[in-house]
């Protein structure tokens, strides 16, 4: 019965109406610890044929999220001005967050945070180029709007982003089958501050306390006025309760995310 549940639970069929697509649209999703734990299971397994043993780090800091308490931290829709304060913000705190970086207006204007963001040790992922609504824009437009992503961070960086976040959550199994031929994996949330709603940083470090838990991704924007000043608060709250801030990398880890699929909480 345990192993039918945690299949069963591995990838869930549901129906996102007016969610988070904000449409009708129909996916499978994966819980990132469900991805884990199938991931932990078969790496034992091939380890126990080869007596060997497990090293798994997905290429950063090894933070195994089956006995540490985690929590996925991620920025949308950057860099921008605000980029630079909040990476202090992470370096005194000692955490690395998840960046799902947009490219007009943001990469090409500040390449020199997107190679910051890197060199710190944060996560690079994509958010599409000009934000546009994934669901609603032909194949080629959904190509585009993601390897111009692509292109651009792996000729700043010399890395290639797993990850994408579809504008506004909105995405179908059309979108899912362009992203597995990238390569991206989609990752959604599990905690909004709608912090693109106000610029209260009291308010927004409030809403993100309140929806978090363990394996949960907190969706934050760089590009607004007050949510770098709530995330210090955010971090020392977080710390006080037992989180440990990862990327969805780490969070994920041992599993690597698989292009097409959709992960969420």
Known sequence: MRRI???SGLVTAITLALGLS???ASYDTTAPRSAREQAAEDQQAKSD???TTLDATNGS???DCSKVKCVALTFDAGPSENTPRLL????KNKAHATFFMLGKNHIEKHPDLVRRIADEGHELANHTWSH???TDSDDDEVRSEINRVQKAVKKLTGRTPLLMRPPQGRTDERVSKISRELGVAQVLWSV???????NDSALIKERVLEQTERDGVILLHDIYKGTVPAVPGILKELKKRGYTVVTVGQLLAPAVAEPGKVYKP
């Open 5 to 7: 549940g945690r299949i």
């Open 22 to 24: 904000g449409c009708g």
């Open 49 to 51: 044929a080869k007596n």
């Open 61 to 63: 800091e090894h933070i």
């Open 88 to 91: 202090e913000i992470l370096k």
């Open 132 to 134: 546009k609504i994934l």
């Open 192 to 198: 909004t501050a709608k912090d693109y709603q106000t």
